[in-house]
C-alpha cells in the first residue's frame, strides 16, 4: 500500500474528511444567510428612497398638476443618476422622463414591479435591473418611478465571490490540516504497531513506545505494557512451575520407578511384594498431593472467578483451622494460643483461606519447635483488624528463618537445609503467597525474636473497613 | 448394591467395575453420556457413578437431566477437575458426593457405601447405639455402659457420624469433609490425632474396643462381638 493510500484509510483522515464537508456546508449557509438579509436590507432602503421621491412628485401634481409634474420630471430625469421617470399620456407616448428603455412596462398592472433592461452608455450596452412602480393618474395618465439595482448587483457579485472565496479556503486549508494532524496521529499508531509486530515476532522483552505526553493513545500504550508484563510474569511463572515440576517430581518419580522395579526383581514372598506396592501407593499419594498443591497455586494465581467468593469472617476459619490442628500441635509438644481474634469481615473464598491458614499452622508446628524445649513457649495466633486490612498472624518460637532466607522460602519447591529431612512439598508458603494475592493481599514473614512470625495481610470487605470493634 | 457405571474410558472403567464387583455389587456400565442417561432411566439403580466428561452428553447435564425426571439415586461424580469451584458446580448439578481422580479404591468404597446407605437408612436417628456406646443427639450425651463420656462439641460430631455409618469405613477426607466442613489438603495427620483422642475417650478402659483403624483406608466404629 503506497503512503498516500495508507494514509486516506485512516480514520482520523476520514473523520478529518467528514469535518472538512459539515464545515464547507456551514461556511456556504452562513454566506447565503448572509446575503439573503443584506439583499432585504437593500431592498428596504431602495423602497423608501423611491416612496420618498414619489412622496416629493404627488406633491408636484397636486400643486400644479400634469403640467407641473411633468416639468419636475424633466428637471430630475437631467440630474438624478440612478433614478428613472416616465410619464406617458392616454395614448402611450411618452411626456417626460428618462426611462426610454422601459417603455413595455406601461401597459401593466399599478404597483411594484422588478424588470431587466439593456442600459447603453458611452457606446457600450450591457443588462442591469431595475426596480419600479407604477401609477394610474386621472386623465388615463401612467406615472412610472424606479431606480436601478445597481448596488444589489455588486452586492450580490461580492458576496458570491466570497462564498466561493471561503468554501475554497476551508477545503485548502482543511485539507492540508487534515493532512498533518492524521500524520501526527498516524506515526505514535504506526510506532506502536511496529512494536506489536516485534513482540509477536518473540521479541517479548519489548515494550510499545509512550511518549509521555499523557494523551489517549499514551495511556491505551501503558496499559498494554501493563498487559504484557502481566503476560510476562504468567509465563515466567509457568516456565518456572514447569521447570520445578521436572525438577522436583523427576525425584520422587525416580524413586517410585525403582521402588517398583526394586521389588519385581528381588521380592521372593507375597508378603515383600504387598509391602513394596503399599511403598509404591504410599509414593505415589504423595505425587498426587505435589501436583494437586501445583494446580491450586497456578489456579489462585490466574485468578478464581469473582463469583466463588463470599463475604466471611477470618476469625471463624481461623477458630476451625485452630481447632482442627489443636491436638496435632498438643502430641508435638507444643501449644496453639489464640489471642485477640475479633471479628474480620474479608472477601474470599473460604476452602482457600482455611488451606492458607492450615498451611501456616502447619508450618509453625513443623518447624515452630523452640530449641530450648524446656521453655514450652506456646504458638501465639492474633486477628488485628486495621482501617483498611486485617493482618492474621501466626508467631512461633522456633529457630527461626534467617533475614536472608525470608523472601525466598515463598517460592515454590523452596525448602531450608535444616527442613529437608522432615516431611513436606516446599509447597506451602508459596501456595499461602499465592492464595494471598488471589484475595488481595500478602504474606510476609517477620522475626519474632526468636522465630517466625507470618503475618498474612487481606483487605478489610467493603463496610467493614474503619470498622474495629 | 446395583450400580451404574458411566465412564468413557475403558481401562478406568474396567479397573472400577472388578473392583466393585469383587466388593460384591452389581455392576452396568455405559461409555457415554447418552447411553447412560438411557439406562439410568429405564433400569433401577441402587446408586450411580459418573464420570464429568463424557462423550455425547458430559456428566453434569447427565445428572440434571436424570434429576428433572425425577430420579432421586445417589450419584458420585468422578472428576479430573477437582478445585473447589468445580466440587461445587458438581454438587449444585445434583451430584451427591465428589470425588476427584486419581482416587484411592477404598476411598470411592467408602464413599459410594455411606452414600447407599444414607438412602435405605432411617431418617436420622435421634439416638445411636453401637454395642453398649449409646449417642443421644438431642440430649447431646454419650455414655458407654452406665458411664458417661464427656465429649468436646466437636469430638461429639465426630463421634456422631461414625455412628450413623456404624459398620462402615469412614475415610480421613470424609470426615474432614463432613465434621469439619473443608474439604482441604491438611498436610499433616490431623484427623488420626483428632480419632485417637476420642478413642481415648469411649475405648479406654473397656475389654472391647468399638474404634477401629481400617489400614490403608480409615476407621470404622463397629460392635466387635458381632
Redesign the interface.
Known sequence: MTGFAKLIRTTAFRLLVTYLLVFMVFAAALVAYIAWNTRRVLENQLNETIETEINSLAEQYRLGGPRRLAGTIEQRSRQARGFFYLLTDPRGETMAGNAVDIGSIVGRQPGWHELSYTRTEEGTSEHAFARVRLFKLPNNLTLVVGHDLDDRQRMRMVLRSSMAMSVALVLVLGGIGALVVTRRVLRPVDNMTDAASRIMAGNLSERLPVRGVGDELDRLASHLNLMLNRINDLMTGLKDVSNNIAHDLRTPLTRLRAGAEEALRTARTPEELRAALERTIEDSDTLIKIFNALLMIARAEAGASPGSMTDLDLSTILADVAELYEPVAEEAGMRLVLGETPPAAVKGHRELLGQAIANLIDNAVKYGKPLDAATGEPIVITVDVGSSTVDLSVADRGPGIPAADRERVLGRFVRLEESRARPGSGLGLSLVAAIAHLHGGTIRLEDNGPGVKAVLSLPLAKGMAGATG | MKILVVEDDAEAASYLIKGLRESGHGVDHAADGNTGLEMALSASYDLAIVDRMLPRRDGLSLISALRAEGKDLPILVLSAL????DR?MGLRAGGDDYLTK?Y?FTELLARIEALGRRRGALPAQTVYRVGDLELDRLAHSARRGSQFIDLQP?EFRLLEYLMRHAGQVVTRTMLLEHV???????????ID??VS?LRAKIDKGFDVPLLHTVR?AGYMIRDGLR
Request: without cysteine; hydrophobic residues 30%.
Open positions: 477437582g478445585q473447589v469451584d461445587v486419581p484411592a466437636r469439619w466442613d473443608y474439604h482441604f489438603d491438611p498436610q499433616t495427620n490431623v490425632v483428632h483422642r490403608g
